[in-house]
């Protein structure tokens, strides 16, 4: 989840966030992609996780797959932060972690597994610290994307000073040393959970974690996701068994 939002505090976890008040939004018209492609700039930018750039927004090749989807989270109509989730399987296997950690991920798409990859976590940093509950309702989108798609696993790639974050939240594992990442100057890590594993023991600890299916179906369902042919180029861990990218009921 290529972050630029502090996930190293600790506030009440246990806590039923307001979710009434939060809106998420997919980003279908470009001036919505560009309000999140600015916000990304000016998150990345304060923490010096990027050089300055002329046109003042971060966006990519993955911003415009298919099987990418960007979205905002607001609160009382203001942007508060966002993530794009990218969804990878044998059909469509190009995700934002696959370009940087091909060697352990390449081996667990071809025995079929659905890794579901959150990426350009970004919050807004003049908000953030008035609203520490932000990287947890943001996330959340993570966790409805991996019930939505019927994950194997959840991915995360992040840097090594919040690790533990995401260990602690999301019982994800660290399966790599930090590498360089396209356009940040900071290296990241990959982390990796069992979605099916572990699930219920992050819904013990976060409720609010859980989601209808109503709710993941408006956010992720399309008319219809394009199929790309491309070559199918395991985390060792990790006994999945091959599943193919389907809702759950």
């Not at 923490?47 to 960007?70: C, K, R």
């Not at 995360?156 to 260990?167: G, I, M, N, T």
């Amino acid at each position: 989840m290529v972050s630029a939002v502090r996930t190293t505090g600790r506030p009440s976890e246990r806590i039923s966030y307001p979710l009434e008040a939060v809106d998420y939004r997919l980003a279908e018209t470009q001036a919505e992609k560009e309000q999140i492609y600015r916000l990304r700039y000016r998150a990345y930018l304060r923490e010096g996780a990027i050089v300055p750039n002329a046109q003042q927004m971060v966006q990519d090749q993955y911003d415009d797959l298919p099987n990418s989807w960007n979205f905002g989270v607001y609160r009382d109509g203001v942007l508060m932060s966002s993530l794009r989730i990218t969804v990878s399987s044998p059909e469509t296997p190009a995700c934002p972690s696959l370009g940087v950690f091909p060697d352990l991920l390449e081996p667990e798409i071809a025995k079929g597994r659905v890794l579901i990859d959150p990426t350009r976590f970004v919050a807004d940093p003049d908000r953030e610290a008035r609203s520490p509950e932000l990287p947890y309702v943001t996330l959340r989108l993570a966790y409805m994307a991996c019930e939505y798609f019927d994950a194997d696993i959840g991915l995360a790639s992040v840097r090594a000073e919040h690790q533990a974050f995401y260990r602690r939240v999301f019982l994800h594992r660290s399966i790599s040393e930090p590498r360089d990442y396209p356009s940040l100057t900071k290296p990241i890590c990959l982390m990796a959970v069992d979605y099916a594993a572990m699930r219920e023991r992050v819904f013990a600890r976060y409720p609010y974690f859980r989601s209808s299916f109503f709710e993941r179906r408006k956010l992720f369902e399309r008319s219809q996701l394009l199929v790309e042919s491309a070559p199918v180029l395991t985390l060792p861990q990790f006994p999945f068994a091959k599943a193919t990218i389907a809702p759950r009921s």
